[in-house]
């Protein structure tokens, strides 16, 4: 893990202050289907934790163990420094969101975001501040009347953050909210949430499987995969330093390209002839030069070369390769291109002139490319 | 349009195919509509009868042309149906069994409804363990004719002391009507998203709460449905009513067959068919009220189960 918070720290005892929610060896089966095994995270207090992965890769079942709305086999979950492992979801100070919004459909607006509160018999006066507080706070005080039916879809998950805002916990959990809005919604939520974030700074536990959301929303993502964490790691570097194959192509688009090759000490043979040397590329050590192995090479490092360019720069290779599909996306374009039999993906500018079978010179990027071990996966 | 597709579109008739298709009447569909019109007629017609001879009087009747008009309609019969034709020894009319039959009907069919709610709320999100296996008992026991049952409940029901009592037909009614009302509103819930529920845990809510403040008030149409199905269904009822309801408190369908069944002399059948037609009186009356959401609840029954 290449974890830059001081947060996982395994404590037996008691939590560190700063530990805002801590999973210890969580374990959750059924029968003899094990969804997660000995998970363990931590999120410091503050913080927003991205869980990102395919569908039924367990990360809704971690969120749903963090809120106590799923029973575990085995494991302790501690929010604030209590072991809520045994506790009911209402008394581990969590305000949960929904993909399906979950609105009380009978209720009002007002009568939904203060369901819980009139459940915990606050006084009415502090109630009614605070759900004002909350409307206010998302543009809700003209809908306060009206029942969820009446509202847009952008609207009602509004309110189903109202009424996690108004319990005043210290502890959100988002449950892939934005995934049932469409797309321009989608992103006019996710800036919301990332403003609520920073002015109220909650910590927050967010479980999504777009990875859009995963990098602009994260302090740190923990891409996860059939039930174990593949890497948790701030955007930035699960984005340029993907811990494995997986990670690799599951962020990015268009996708990371995978080159499958042997390696020959500080280089790799791609086949075909191509030969790429790596001395640009940093191994993690130890070091491992033979075996089959992918480079992974993302679109826009690759750099197309115009005839008559400068000699490339250290840690750079030329190679030359053939355009076999041309993706424009507007702002710019995708080449899909053929190199030693291998199909290999360029970001573009948009205005390039460029046709299927053209021939293409371009430079890799290999400061920045990954190289993985073709059996594991792992990176090298 | 271009000339040569234009002319490629034209039919044998020389008419261009342009807005709404032609409705052709076909030897099939007349058919069709044939065999509908019998098939109504068929079902009709014994109650076509029915109306006219309960308008008649005995002297009419006698003629024998049943399918005649009342030719001096009188509501006599309807009200002697009512409040003065003998079951047994007592002649007090039907009445007194509709009033036994409601007296059943509001109890049985509030509890078994709002049993079957908590039952059908409980597997549906809260999933007990075991559950599955209850239910697929629950269901078992909807299968079984109910004559099975009639002895083994007449023996318990008397060493419980309640038998032949009001409490005792009641309770009757809301065990068998369970399995059905569980199946209703379990299939409703689990179209509910389970978010919901979770939703309201974090709120705080417990069993009781979601279910009277979430999950009941939001039910309208599948408590409709159970309530049409349990209305008709125990006011149709003979033989539980005639079993466990006592002498005080023989529902309006035993009273209806005691009412025929009592001949000294002629057979007022004016009287007779105007008793008949008030007992299905309730159970029609469902029907042509509800007809949109009786179907519902068949269709909810039949394809989520």
């Known amino acids: 893990m290449h974890a830059t918070l001081p947060t996982s720290v395994p404590l037996r005892s008691t939590a560190p202050v700063e530990t805002s929610v801590s999973v210890r060896d969580l374990k959750i089966a059924y029968g003899s289907l094990t969804v997660l095994d000995k998970l363990s995270i931590d999120v410091a207090k503050g913080e927003f934790l991205v869980l990102l992965g395919p569908s039924g890769c367990g990360k809704s079942t971690l969120l749903n163990a963090i809120a106590g709305l799923m029973d575990i086999t085995d494991g302790e979950v501690w929010i604030s420094g209590r072991n809520v492992t045994w506790a009911e979801p209402k008394d581990r100070g969590i305000g949960m969101v929904f993909q399906s919004y979950a609105l009380y459909p009978r209720m009002t607006v007002a009568e939904n975001m203060s369901f819980g509160l009139r459940i915990a018999r606050l006084p009415k006066a502090e109630i009614a501040a605070r759900v004002d507080r909350a409307a206010k706070l998302l543009h809700l005080t003209p809908l306060l009347k009206r029942r969820p039916a009446e509202l847009s879809g952008g609207q009602r998950q509004r309110v189903a953050i109202g009424r996690a805002l108004v319990r005043a916990v210290d502890v959100f959990l988002f449950d892939e909210p934005l995934s049932n809005l469409d797309a321009q919604l989608r992103s006019e939520l996710r800036i919301e949430i990332k403003k609520l974030h920073q002015s109220l700074g909650n910590t927050m536990v967010y479980v999504t499987h777009d990875q859009i959301e995963a990098m602009t929303l994260a302090d740190r993502i923990a891409v996860m995969k059939g039930g174990v964490v593949q890497q948790l790691a701030p955007p930035q570097e699960i984005y340029s330093r993907p811990a494995n194959r997986f990670v690799a192509g599951f962020l990015g688009s268009p996708a990371m390209t995978f080159l499958s090759g042997t390696l020959r000490g500080r280089a790799i043979d791609l086949g075909g002839g191509v030969t790429v040397p790596l001395d640009g590329y940093a191994f993690a050590s130890p070091e491992r030069l033979t075996g089959a192995a992918e480079l992974g090479v993302r679109p826009e490092h690759v750099a197309l070369v115009a005839p008559g360019a400068p000699p490339p720069s250290p840690g750079a290779h030329r190679a030359t390769g053939t355009v076999t599909m041309i993706e424009p996306t507007g702002a710019d374009m995708t080449l899909w291109t053929d190199i030693a039999g291998q199909p290999l993906t360029i970001r573009a500018p948009a205005d390039l002139s460029v046709a299927v079978g053209d021939p293409v010179r371009f430079s890799l990027d290999l400061t920045r490319a990954s190289l993985f071990d073709a059996e594991t996966g792992a990176r090298l | ?305």
């Open chain 2, 1 to 305: 349009m271009t000339a040569p597709s234009a002319t490629l579109h034209r039919s044998a008739a020389g008419v261009v195919p342009r807005g709404a298709r032609p409705k052709t009447l076909t030897a099939g569909r007349i058919g069709l509509i044939v065999f509908l019109a019998v098939s109504a007629a068929y079902v009709l017609t014994p109650l076509y009868v029915m109306v006219v001879t309960s308008l008649k009087t005995m002297e009419e009747i006698r003629l024998g042309a049943i399918f005649a008009l009342p030719a001096a309609p009188t509501v006599e019969p309807w009200i002697a149906a009512w409040s003065t034709a003998c079951t047994g020894l007592t002649c007090e009319g039907i009445q007194v069994g509709f009033w036994n039959s409601v007296a059943i009907l509001v109890p049985s069919v509030v509890f078994s409804v709002l049993a079957g709610a908590i039952n059908g709320y409980a597997l549906a999100f809260w999933r007990p363990r075991g559950s599955n296996l209850l239910f697929a008992f629950l269901l078992l026991g909807a299968f079984i004719p109910v004559q099975v049952f009639l002895y083994p409940l007449v023996r318990i029901s008397a060493l419980l002391g309640v038998y032949g009592t009001l409490p005792n037909i009641v309770a009757i009614h809301v065990i068998f009507g369970l399995p059905i009302t569980t199946l209703l509103f379990r299939n409703y819930y689990a179209g509910v998203p389970i978010e919901l529920f979770k939703a309201a845990r974090v709120d705080g809510a417990g069993f009781w709460r979601i279910f009277f403040q979430v999950m009941l008030p939001m039910s309208t149409p599948i408590v409709i449905v159970a309530c049409i199905l349990q209305v008709t269904g125990i006011w149709n009822d003979f033989i539980l009513g005639l079993v466990f309801a006592g002498r005080e408190n023989l529902p309006m369908t035993v009273q209806l067959n005691n009412v025929v069944n009592t001949t000294t002399g002629e057979r007022p059948y004016n009287i007779h068919m105007a008793a008949t037609i008030l007992t299905a009186a309730v159970p029609l009356l469902v029907y042509f009220v509800s007809g949109r959401w009786f179907v519902r609840g068949i269709a909810a029954g039949a394809v989520k189960g």
